[in-house]
Antibody
Framework: EVQLLESGGRLVQPGGSLRLSCAAS????????MSWVRQAPGKGLEWVST????????YYPPSVKGRFTISRDNSKNTLYLQMNSLRAEDTAIYYC?????????????WGQGALVTVSS | QSVLTQPPSASGTPGQRVTISCSGS????????VKWYQQFPGTAPKLLIY???QRPSGVPDRFSGSKSGTSASLAISGLQSEDEAHYYC???????????FGGGTKLTVL
C-alpha cells in the first residue's frame, strides 16, 4: 500500500524557518517526481513545489520561489520542504503528493498533511 | 484569486444530477487535461477524475467529467448524501510549469 507521512509542522514566528519531511513507502520512490500542495485554513488548494525523480529539477510558483526549497533523499525514501522567511500567509496544511500512475500531472495519493502556523 | 474559476457552492437533492463548472484559459485547460479532486472536512483531497473524463479504480460511475475548449465540468448523477464535500478542478499551467487549482465548490445535498 502506498503511504505518505508528513512531519515537522508546528508554530513558527514570522521570518522564521521550518523543514517539513514526507516519508514515502509502498512504491518505487526514486522513480517518481514528487510535489507539495498546501491549503490555508478554510481556503482552496495551492501547488507549492515539484521535484523530479532524481532531484535535479525543481519547480515553484512565484508565491514561494526564493523562499522555499524542495529536495529529496532517495536512499531514505523521503521528500523535504525547507521553508524560509515565513509569512503569516504561509499558514496552511502542507500535503505531500505523488503522481498518479496513469496521469503524472494528477496527484494521488496524498499524505495526511502537516499543519504549519506562522504567527507571533 | 484562483487561476481556475469554480462556483463557490452547488446543491441538489438525493437522486438528482448536479454539475460543477470550471473555467480556465488557453494556457491551462485549453492545452492540458483536467483533473477533479474530492475533499471531505479534515481529510486530504482524493483524485476523482483524471485526463478530463477518466475515473480511478473505485470511483463510482456516477461521477463523470468533460472538457470543451477552456472549460470543464464535473457531473454527479444519482446524488447521494455521502457526496457532500468540496470539489476542486485542476490543470497544468504552461506559463507556470506547475499545477493550478480552482477555488473549490462546496456541494450540499439537501
Amino acid at each position: 500500500e502506498v503511504q505518505l507521512l508528513e512531519s515537522g509542522g508546528r508554530l513558527v514566528q514570522p521570518g522564521g524557518s521550518l523543514r517539513l519531511s514526507c516519508a514515502a513507502s509502498g512504491f518505487a520512490f526514486n522513480n517518481y517526481a514528487m510535489s507539495w500542495v498546501r491549503q490555508a485554513p478554510g481556503k482552496g488548494l495551492e501547488w507549492v513545489s515539484t521535484i523530479n525523480n532524481v532531484g535535479t529539477s525543481t519547480y515553484y510558483p512565484p508565491s514561494v520561489k526564493g523562499r522555499f526549497t524542495i529536495s529529496r533523499d532517495n536512499s531514505k525514501n523521503t521528500l523535504y520542504l525547507q521553508m524560509n522567511s515565513l509569512r503569516a500567509e504561509d499558514t496552511a496544511i502542507y500535503y505531500c503528493a505523488a503522481p498518479y500512475y496513469y496521469d503524472s500531472r494528477a496527484f494521488d495519493p496524498w499524505g495526511q498533511g502537516a499543519l504549519v502556523t506562522v504567527s507571533s | 484569486q484562483s487561476v481556475l474559476t469554480q462556483p463557490p457552492s452547488a446543491s441538489g437533492t438525493p437522486g438528482q444530477r448536479v454539475t460543477i463548472s470550471c473555467s480556465g484559459s488557453s494556457s491551462n485547460i485549453g492545452s492540458n487535461t483536467v483533473k477533479w479532486y474530492q475533499q471531505f472536512p479534515g481529510t486530504a483531497p482524493k483524485l476523482l477524475i483524471y485526463s478530463n473524463n477518466q475515473r480511478p479504480s473505485g470511483v463510482p460511475d456516477r461521477f463523470s467529467g468533460s472538457k470543451s475548449g477552456t472549460s470543464a465540468s464535473l457531473a454527479i448523477s444519482g446524488l447521494q448524501s455521502e457526496d457532500e464535500a468540496h470539489y476542486y478542478c485542476a490543470a497544468w499551467e504552461d506559463s507556470l510549469n506547475g499545477v493550478v487549482f480552482g477555488g473549490g465548490t462546496k456541494l450540499t445535498v439537501l
